[in-house]
């Protein structure tokens, strides 16, 4: 069974940065899946952030597009999502989520949706505050 475990979650002021982590316990099913960053802002449902294809194809979000970079590692089994110019409104539980075995292509729709995913983290608290 493959486990997640996310890392780098904190207090920030607004316009500041954090970088997230997740780290994959499994090698081969890391490179041949896809990975993404979902969050639960409070009181709100969970939603898409950012998330990579096996093939290195990279979506966004509208709301963070332009200040959060996600990337991946394969040789170290790693995700991570660098966030920049951090704004109140992305105070969330942020999650990495891994799919099964997966084509190398995936479409935005697809990997933005939570379904596609089987694995998840236990989730690291980011609070912006203003």
């Known amino acids: 069974q493959v486990q997640l475990v996310e890392s780098g979650g904190g207090l920030v002021q607004a316009g500041g940065s954090l970088r997230l982590s997740c780290a994959a316990s499994?090698?081969?099913?890391?490179?041949?899946?896809?990975v993404a960053w979902f969050r639960r802002p409070p009181g709100k449902e969970r939603e898409f952030v950012a998330a990579?294809?096996?093939?290195?194809?990279?979506y966004y979000a509208d709301s963070v597009k332009g200040r959060f970079t996600i990337s991946r590692d394969n040789a170290k089994n790693t995700l991570s999502l660098q966030m920049s110019n951090l704004k109140p409104d992305d105070t969330a539980v942020y999650f990495c989520?891994?799919?099964?075995?997966?084509?190398?292509?995936?479409?935005?729709?697809?990997?933005?949706?939570?379904?596609?995913?089987?694995?998840w983290g236990q989730g690291t608290q980011v609070t912006v505050s203003s």
């Open positions: 499994s090698g081969r099913t890391f490179c041949e899946a896809a």
């Open positions: 990579i294809s096996r093939g290195g194809e990279i």
């Open positions: 989520a891994q799919t099964p075995r997966i084509a190398y292509y995936a479409s935005r729709d697809y990997l933005a949706n939570q379904a596609a995913y089987g694995t």
